[in-house]
């Protein structure tokens, strides 16, 4: 899964729920979503003199358009000080279409780059397997928060919000809350729980470093960890780590790694290779209030400062089904 954070996930869940949309709902929808989450906007002004905190924080919820259309926005805090996580969804009753930025909030205008489109497909409503692909990892534009708390996004790539005005929805936000109550038990239920982890990453502290997650069987708890580290333009270091993800501690340990150096040409392609070694241990420790992994790897310390975080901007593929056999290559 390409959302991160738990409410994001809640979302979807409840946008299967109401394929409909949210069109002419507009009795049970709130265009004060602070007021709504229970905010104290006189409170806010007694506290004039406390450190500043991310102006999303007052908006942090779903939004639906009030045109009926039944595409839903959902805004949440990506850190203490401007970041914005931005997931937009269009459930249909056999697919679902959605949209992942990550952007930055300036006086209630969200700018993002880099923006990342999906589509799934179902086939048929009895269908099993659903079938998803990326239409694009290039998407730009805005996203503006009036005084009035009505939302208007500005898509650059296809224009495909064509003046949309998102409204708060109360009845959503309603669902989403219920459907965080023991969040840590149903999160996981009945799907490998490495799956949300699943996607690319980089390093907070050493660029170069890169890795990229893979869910392993659909009912089991096995994934796959690929760390590359290129730290000049003929030299490339990958790790390959197949573990197994601990639903109580949040970490995955692994066993049997396998380190290899490659020598790169001018154009990046590997000429030669080196296996180190292909008996490395250790834990990748996640920190799901940070959203980030801590790489402890107890062979040769390789992982010493690594703190990896979750990046739409690395790479053209991220999250897809591991077959159970190790990459032939970094992706």
Same mark, same amino acid.
């Given at each position: ?49 406390? /450190? ?147 996607? /690319?990453? #980089? ?72 296996? #180190? ?55």
């Amino acid at each position: 899964m390409k959302m991160k954070k738990l409410t994001a996930i809640a979302l979807v869940s409840a946008m299967m729920l109401s394929v409909a949309g949210c069109g002419g709902k507009a009795e049970s929808t709130s265009s004060d979503p602070a007021a709504a989450q229970g905010q104290d906007t006189e409170a806010a002004g007694e506290t004039a003199n406390e /450190p500043e905190e991310n102006p999303i924080l007052k908006y942090e919820g779903a939004y639906c358009d009030d045109g009926g259309k039944g595409i839903y926005i959902l805004f949440e805090a990506a850190d203490e000080i401007d970041g914005v996580n931005i997931s937009i969804g269009y459930p249909e009753e056999t697919a679902y279409t959605y949209w992942e930025f990550t952007g930055k909030i300036k006086d209630n205008v969200i700018t993002y780059e880099n923006g990342y489109k999906f589509a799934q497909d179902w086939g048929t409503t009895d269908q099993e397997e659903v079938t998803e692909k990326e239409i694009y990892n290039d998407g730009s534009g805005t996203i503006e928060i009036s005084e009035d708390a009505t939302v208007t996004w500005k898509d650059n790539k296809e224009d495909i919000a064509k003046g949309m005005v998102f409204v708060w929805d109360e009845e959503m936000n309603s669902v989403i809350a219920e459907q965080m109550q023991g969040t840590d038990i149903n999160y996981y239920e009945n799907q490998n729980p490495s799956l949300n982890w699943a996607g /690319p990453y #980089v390093d907070m502290n050493k660029k170069e470093r890169t890795m990229v997650i893979y869910s392993g069987s659909e009912e089991g708890t096995d994934c796959l960890a690929v760390i590359t580290d290129t730290p000049s333009p003929d030299k490339m270091t990958e790790w390959t780590l197949t573990g197994n993800f601990d639903l109580e501690t949040r970490i995955i340990s692994y066993t049997g790694g396998e380190k290899v150096e490659y020598v790169l040409d001018a154009d990046g392609n590997k000429t030669s290779e080196s296996k #180190v070694y292909e008996d490395g241990t250790g834990k990748l420790l996640i920190d799901e209030e940070a959203q980030t992994m801590l790489w402890i790897d107890d062979k040769e310390d390789a992982g010493s400062g690594s703190v990896f975080t979750f990046n739409y901007d690395y790479g053209e593929i991220g999250g897809e089904a591991w077959t159970g056999e190790p990459a032939a290559e970094a992706p």
